[in-house]
């Protein structure tokens, strides 16, 4: 039996009101988990503290420039960014890249094209950090593409954050993460409360088997092979 898919979540910035719905709806519609945001404020407010999967972000927005969003992203994490926009000269593609997209998509767009440059970018994510697309750990089986997990041939339902935690484990699988690592990975802050950390530990542990997932007091924990 496959393992149950858990959507990616998906933050979009964008100031038009109807494109934004629309592309919620669409968005939800194919199976992703979409987090609406229409300035730059609230766009780097839901991304600390949604830790989204990819950004999907338009260059004019009322309260600063998308390039400057770009800019922040990049100095906290590596999360794919899709630039969506109206603006279509070289030069304005190519600062946007340079500042660290991952993609450039133009209005007006076809939303197949659309979620396909999506897709692609959540499948370079994972492969940029050097995980296969499929990890097993003795009867448990993540598939990062699909962000699904089963467990001797049984899907599991994981909350987004614990397959964000088990995809850090999987990812260093054999080896310890340390505790600030994994609060910065998946809440984007290492200084962030440690007892969320353990809360959701203990409900992974659970969900494997206590002896899947070890822990080294005072340094971190470790997904066994």
């Keep these: 039996m496959s393992p149950a898919a858990d959507p990616a979540t998906v933050l979009v910035v964008e100031d038009d009101p109807s494109l934004n719905t629309a592309l919620t709806t669409t968005l939800r519609l194919a199976g992703f988990r979409p987090v609406a945001a229409t300035t730059a404020a609230e766009g780097m407010r839901w991304f600390t503290h949604y830790s989204p999967d990819l950004v999907l972000l338009d ?61 692609a970018g959540l ?18 089986v993540i598939d990062f593409g699909r962000r699904a997990v089963a467990r001797d041939g049984a899907p599991l339902k994981l909350s987004p954050k614990e397959f964000d935690l088990l995809s850090e484990l999987a990812i260093n699988l054999g080896r310890t993460v340390r505790h600030k690592d994994l609060l910065r990975a998946v809440w984007g802050d290492e200084r962030a409360e440690i007892q969320y950390l353990r809360v959701y530990m203990g409900q992974l542990r659970h969900k494997l088997g206590a002896t899947r997932i070890s822990s080294e007091s005072g340094v971190g924990y470790r997904l066994e092979g």
């Design 59 to 119: 260059l004019g927005l009322p309260d600063r420039d998308g390039l400057s969003v770009i800019r922040d992203i990049r100095q906290r994490a590596a999360t794919p960014i899709v630039v969506l926009s109206a603006r279509n000269g070289e030069a304005i593609k190519v600062e946007a890249l340079d500042l660290g997209a991952d993609d450039y998509v133009q209005k007006p767009f076809g939303v197949e094209e659309l979620l396909a440059r999506l897709r």
């Design 123 to 140: 499948r370079h994510a994972v492969q940029a950090r050097g995980a296969e697309p499929v990890v097993r750990a003795g009867d448990v």
